[in-house]
């Protein structure tokens, strides 16, 4: 049990200083599986000012936006209409949602 300086995170970060330029990387969660990752390495889902959702793979659309992982093991599919709108704070019609959700289950099965 060495208690040395507390932190041991710290301790473990101040010795890769130097490797990875001491960058910090920004995780989201994703709204399927809630794992953390970094925003890269997640499919981004944004709704836009007028009203419809998308997908954002690039994740530079304006707009409030929530995160998917691209985890083989995550399924997509079982993504909730109303949890998203509930996070995004908008209303979903049937056909944005049926494209949306299409879309979203065919990048994670392409890449
Ligand atoms: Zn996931």
Same mark, same amino acid.
């Given at each position: 049990?060495?208690?040395?300086?507390?932190?041991?995170?710290? &301790?473990?970060n101040? /010795?890769? #200083?130097g490797?990875?330029?001491?960058?910090?990387? !920004?995780? @989201?969660?994703?709204?399927? *599986?809630?794992?953390?990752?970094?925003?890269?390495?997640?499919?981004?889902?944004? &709704?836009?000012?007028? /009203?419809? #959702?998308?997908?954002?793979?690039?994740?530079?659309? !304006?707009? @409030?936006?929530?995160?998917? *992982?691209?985890?083989?093991?995550?399924?997509?599919s079982?993504?909730?209409?109303?949890?998203?709108?509930?996070?995004?704070?908008?209303?979903?019609?049937?056909?944005?949602?049926?494209?949306?959700?299409?879309?979203?289950?065919?990048?994670g099965?392409?890449?």
């Amino acid at each position: 049990m060495a208690e040395v300086g507390g932190n041991p995170r710290e &301790a473990a970060n101040a /010795g890769r #200083v130097g490797m990875t330029r001491g960058r910090h990387v !920004p995780t @989201r969660s994703c709204m399927v *599986c809630g794992i953390r990752a970094p925003k890269r390495e997640l499919d981004r889902i944004v &709704a836009s000012a007028d /009203g419809c #959702v998308w997908i954002d793979p690039a994740g530079k659309m !304006p707009g @409030r936006g929530t995160y998917i *992982c691209k985890n083989p093991s995550c399924d997509r599919s079982t993504l909730r209409r109303g949890r998203l709108e509930y996070t995004l704070r908008t209303e979903i019609s049937d056909d944005n949602w049926a494209q949306l959700i299409a879309s979203i289950v065919a990048l994670g099965t392409t890449s």
